[in-house]
């Protein structure tokens, strides 16, 4: 203590001894390694000063490199040391090379590689013309695994020929080289046997009829370099569940997969542009189609009674459907046509009894006769306004449909384009039909609505026959024939409106209809049955005839036009009950 104003020293200060340092556990600031010395460094925790020791190399820690045993595909190493810490190579492992195969029967009994050389036993080659490879042209032997060599006596084989294998029925398995190019027709026809095929990727067509009645063969992998499958190719392969049509195919042959029973799936690439005539016929099992965009038509009775077939997509590409494309897919319940087709073939939809929608691209031309033929379940069809013309029988029978509108595009609707459509119930005729042909609507026992359109000139005969609902119609001025029994059995029609241009009216086609109201020129009088008649509206013609009216006692109304100017003796005789005439 001291003044701070005199400093005089109250108490003097004592010298304290300094302090030892406090070192902490310290810190490698330099790691050893297998050669070098490290460093720790320690610092005081009182005033921050360090000090260092060094840390002893650690030396090599030396590990061994296991030979690898070489194999046929594989090279080999021999034993070998190195330091698992810095890496350094004591030993250095040599390369041991590749052991020859061993082959067995053709086949390498470590990797599994064929012997390019090796032919089975019954082989027959044949040189080609020119003498520049082989083909396969007959096989003599009895075993069950055959191996086709890449190479007879120096040069390639290239193909496999005509019926070569036809009819081994204890051939098991078949194994063809790089080097064939092409299968032949009937290559291995009725090889019933068959479960195993590999073909190699050379090979560029497959013949018709090659793998035809294989009936245990269940998958096959057609390589990427096939660019054509020929006629009835895998015809009655009764076990094919899948197959994988490659990109480069551009066809595929009539009756191609026929009665592929077991077929469940198919996937058509865009390279293919068209499917031939029964290709996937009656290929029961199959489930789902896609289509690719190639695809320009699909042959008639294409997809014949594949009848599990429950979904179709048609690529943007086809122009035309052929008849009986998809007869009897019984499992469809819904098909979009898109607008790049122009023709639906004759039965092209018939008997699809799960079908319940239909959408119809404006592409369309014509629809074919019996094109949707028995769809009982179809209850929405979309007609496209590119529609021309629909076939007979089109929708026949397609019973719980309940509407339909024709485009101003159509001019013809075929006979019995609708008959039996007991559902429907409202029919608009657009403007661009001129004729109705005979029984068009004939049984539509629920048809309670019809609008006929301005440019219908001819409804045939029987067209509307037995339209038990319908209660009324009215005829445009544009039609000029009715034919016989036209109406006939339109058992609640009351209201007639018949337009003044018609010149033919057939026998009976109005009869037991129920007339109670008609509005028509004088020239449809005697077509008109008179029994329930009450109100008559007269619009044309120049003379009512002698007894037109007599009898009609229930006849309230009559109006005629001042064009006529001759009225028959007895035309009103015993209308008893007549009470307005103007």
Same mark, same amino acid.
């Given at each position: 203590?001291?003044?701070?104003?005199?400093?005089?020293?109250?108490?003097?200060?004592?010298?304290?001894?300094?302090?030892?340092?406090?070192?902490?556990?310290?810190?490698?600031?330099?790691?050893?390694?297998?050669?070098?010395?490290?460093?720790?460094?320690?610092?005081?925790?009182?005033?921050?000063?360090?000090?260092?020791?060094?840390?002893?190399?650690?030396?090599?820690?030396?590990?061994?490199?296991?030979?690898?045993?070489?194999?046929?595909?594989?090279?080999?190493?021999?034993?070998?040391?190195?330091?698992?810490?810095?890496?350094?190579?004591?030993?250095?492992?040599?390369?041991?090379?590749?052991?020859?195969?061993?082959?067995?029967? $053709?086949?390498?009994?470590?990797?599994?590689?064929?012997?390019?050389?090796?032919?089975?036993?019954?082989?027959?080659?044949?040189?080609?013309?020119?003498?520049?490879?082989?083909?396969?042209?007959?096989?003599?032997?009895?075993?069950?695994?055959?191996?086709?060599?890449?190479?007879?006596? /120096?040069?390639?084989?290239?193909?496999?020929?005509?019926?070569?294998?036809?009819g081994?029925?204890?051939?098991?398995?078949?194994?063809?080289?790089?080097?064939?190019?092409?299968?032949?027709?009937?290559?291995?026809?009725?090889?019933?046997?068959l479960?195993?095929?590999?073909?190699?990727?050379?090979?560029?067509?497959?013949?018709?009829y090659?793998?035809?009645?294989?009936?245990?063969?269940?998958?096959?992998?057609?390589?990427?370099?096939?660019?054509?499958? $020929?006629?009835?190719?895998?015809r009655?392969?009764?076990?094919?569940?899948?197959?994988?049509?490659?990109?480069?195919?551009?066809?595929?042959?009539?009756?191609?997969?026929?009665?592929?029973?077991?077929?469940?799936?198919?996937?058509?690439?865009?390279?293919?542009?068209?499917?031939?005539?029964?290709?996937?016929?009656?290929?029961?099992?199959?489930?789902?189609?896609?289509?690719?965009?190639?695809?320009?038509?699909?042959?008639?009775?294409?997809?014949?009674?594949?009848?599990?077939?429950?979904?179709?997509?048609?690529?943007?590409?086809?122009?035309?459907?052929?008849?009986?494309?998809?007869?009897?897919?019984?499992s469809?319940?819904?098909?979009?046509?898109?607008?790049?087709?122009?023709?639906?073939?004759?039965?092209?939809?018939?008997? %699809?009894?799960?079908?319940?929608?239909?959408?119809?691209?404006?592409?369309?031309?014509s629809?074919?006769?019996?094109?949707?033929?028995?769809?009982?379940?179809?209850?929405?069809?979309?007609?496209?306004?590119?529609?021309?013309?629909?076939?007979?029988?089109?929708?026949?029978?397609?019973?719980?449909?309940?509407?339909?509108?024709?485009?101003?595009?159509?001019?013809?609707?075929?006979?019995?384009?609708?008959?039996?459509?007991?559902?429907?119930?409202?029919?608009?005729?657009?403007?661009?039909?001129?004729?109705?042909?005979?029984?068009?609507?004939?049984?539509?026992?629920?048809?309670?609505?019809?609008?006929?359109?301005?440019?219908?000139?001819?409804?045939?005969?029987?067209?509307?026959?037995? %339209?038990?609902s319908?209660?009324?119609?009215?005829?445009?001025?544009?039609?000029?024939?009715?034919?016989?029994?036209t109406?006939?059995?339109?058992?609640?029609?009351?209201?007639?409106?018949?337009?003044?241009?018609?010149?033919?009216?057939?026998?009976?086609?109005?009869?037991? %209809?129920?007339i109670?109201?008609?509005?028509?020129?004088?020239?449809?009088?005697?077509?008109?049955?008179?029994?329930?008649?009450?109100?008559?509206?007269?619009?044309?013609?120049?003379?009512?005839?002698?007894?037109?009216?007599? /009898? %009609?006692?229930?006849?309230?109304?009559?109006?005629?036009?001042d064009?006529?100017?001759s009225? /028959?003796?007895?035309?009103?005789?015993?209308?008893?009950?007549?009470?307005?005439?103007?």
């Amino acid at each position: 203590k001291h003044c701070s104003v005199c400093k005089k020293v109250l108490v003097e200060q004592e010298v304290v001894p300094a302090l030892d340092h406090a070192w902490d556990e310290g810190k490698v600031t330099t790691p050893a390694t297998c050669t070098q010395k490290g460093v720790m460094t320690y610092t005081c925790t009182r005033c921050g000063d360090t000090e260092t020791e060094t840390i002893d190399a650690t030396g090599h820690t030396i590990v061994i490199d296991a030979a690898v045993a070489p194999t046929c595909t594989e090279t080999g190493l021999t034993e070998g040391k190195h330091c698992s810490s810095c890496g350094e190579v004591f030993v250095a492992q040599e390369v041991l090379q590749t052991i020859p195969h061993n082959y067995v029967n $053709g086949v390498c009994t470590m990797c599994g590689k064929r012997d390019e050389n090796y032919a089975t036993e019954g082989l027959v080659f044949t040189l080609s013309d020119d003498g520049t490879y082989y083909s396969v042209t007959d096989y003599t032997g009895f075993a069950k695994e055959v191996y086709i060599p890449s190479i007879h006596q /120096g040069l390639p084989v290239m193909s496999i020929g005509r019926g070569a294998f036809s009819g081994h029925e204890g051939l098991t398995s078949i194994t063809i080289p790089d080097s064939v190019t092409s299968i032949g027709n009937h290559a291995f026809y009725y090889c019933t046997s068959l479960t195993s095929v590999t073909i190699g990727n050379g090979v560029t067509s497959i013949g018709s009829y090659a793998f035809s009645s294989c009936s245990k063969l269940t998958s096959i992998t057609i390589p990427d370099s096939v660019t054509s499958i $020929g006629e009835e190719a895998f015809r009655a392969c009764k076990s094919l569940t899948s197959i994988t049509i490659p990109d480069k195919v551009t066809s595929i042959g009539e009756r191609a997969f026929y009665y592929c029973s077991g077929l469940t799936s198919i996937t058509i690439p865009d390279s293919v542009t068209s499917i031939g005539d029964q290709a996937f016929y009656n290929c029961e099992s199959l489930t789902s189609v896609t289509i690719g965009d190639g695809v320009t038509s699909i042959g008639e009775r294409a997809f014949y009674g594949c009848e599990s077939l429950t979904s179709v997509t048609i690529g943007d590409g086809v122009t035309s459907i052929g008849d009986y494309a998809f007869y009897g897919c019984e499992s469809l319940t819904s098909i979009t046509i898109p607008d790049s087709v122009t023709s639906i073939g004759r039965s092209a939809f018939s008997r %699809c009894a799960g079908l319940t929608s239909v959408t119809i691209g404006d592409g369309v031309t014509s629809i074919g006769d019996t094109a949707f033929y028995n769809c009982e379940n179809l209850t929405s069809v979309t007609i496209g306004n590119g529609v021309a013309s629909i076939g007979s029988s089109a929708f026949e029978d397609c019973s719980n449909l309940t509407s339909i509108t024709i485009p101003d595009s159509v001019t013809s609707i075929g006979s019995s384009a609708f008959r039996y459509c007991s559902g429907l119930t409202s029919v608009t005729i657009g403007d661009g039909v001129t004729y109705i042909m005979e029984y068009a609507f004939r049984y539509c026992s629920g048809l309670t609505s019809v609008t006929i359109g301005n440019s219908v000139t001819h409804i045939e005969i029987y067209a509307f026959e037995d %339209c038990k609902s319908l209660t009324s119609i009215i005829i445009p001025d544009s039609v000029i024939y009715i034919g016989e029994n036209t109406f006939e059995d339109c058992i609640n029609l009351t209201s007639v409106t018949i337009g003044d241009s018609v010149t033919f009216i057939g026998s009976s086609a109005f009869e037991d %209809c129920p007339i109670e109201s008609a509005t028509m020129p004088t020239s449809a009088i005697d077509s008109i049955p008179q029994d329930n008649l009450k109100t008559v509206v007269l619009t044309s013609g120049t003379s009512i005839g002698s007894r037109a009216f007599s /009898g %009609c006692s229930g006849l309230t109304s009559v109006t005629i036009p001042d064009s006529v100017t001759s009225i /028959g003796s007895r035309a009103f005789s015993g209308c008893s009950g007549l009470t307005s005439v103007t």
